[in-house]
T-cell receptor
């Protein structure tokens, strides 16, 4: 069975600092995609960033970037210049190519401190 | 552009009652999903429909049924609600291996 692990239930960071949220995806597959979603207090699920496992280059989207270590099956999210609006739950969600099942990690609650 | 629309947004049921959560998307997506979110549990997949005419079980299907009515609509039915089904329910849709687009969620309380 494929499992997704987010080992940090809660984290906090000072405004303008950098924080890294971890996610590991235990799979025997080689072709998969990984997504990070943000869920602010409004409860709406918002896509943050997407990473394709076959790509060597880490994905970047403005202040958000991925540190993808394929051999370690690690897919961490780095948030630079943290802002108060980044306060939210963050979920990683992988999907294996050719399937349709997006499975979510248990989430990391991030609080950005003023 | 409405995206994914879920109804109702709030519902209170008594144990044993039945209800259907409705979901519709207007993005011409092939795949649709139902998740539940409990405190500290993240999102757990209940059922999904890879394409019109197909449905499959997810991680926690017991106590639920689904219907993919057409390409746009995917409903979730609780035949006999139990307190353990108190949760926030999310519908989502996607094109394969693209990102999920979520509805706003439906809060269900079973007394």
């Amino acid at each position: 069975a494929q499992t997704v692990t987010q080992s940090q239930p809660e984290m906090s960071v000072q405004e303008a600092e950098t924080v890294t949220l971890s996610c590991t995806y235990d799979t025997s597959e080689s072709n998969y995609y990984l997504f990070w979603y943000k869920q602010p207090p409004s409860r709406q699920m918002i896509l943050v960033i997407r990473q394709e496992a076959y790509k060597q280059q880490n994905a970047t989207e403005n202040r958000f970037s991925v540190n993808f270590q394929k051999a370690a099956k690690s897919f961490s999210l780095k948030i630079s210049d943290s802002q108060l609006g980044d306060t939210a739950m963050y979920f990683c969600a992988p999907i294996t190519s050719g399937t349709y099942k997006y499975i979510f990690g248990t989430g990391t609650r991030l609080k950005v401190l003023a | 552009n409405a995206g994914v629309t879920q109804t109702p947004k709030f519902q209170v049921l008594k144990t044993g009652q039945s209800m259907t959560l409705q979901c519709a998307q207007d993005m011409n997506h092939n795949s649709m999903y139902w998740y539940r979110q409990d405190p500290g549990m993240g999102l757990r997949l209940i059922y999904y429909s890879a394409s019109e005419g197909t449905t499959d079980k997810g991680e926690v299907p017991n106590g639920y049924n689904v219907s993919r009515l057409n390409k746009r609509e995917f409903s979730l039915r609780l035949e006999s609600a139990a307190p353990s089904q108190t949760s926030v329910y999310f519908c989502a849709s996607s094109v394969q291996v693209r990102e999920l687009v979520f509805g706003e969620g439906s809060r269900l309380t079973v007394l």
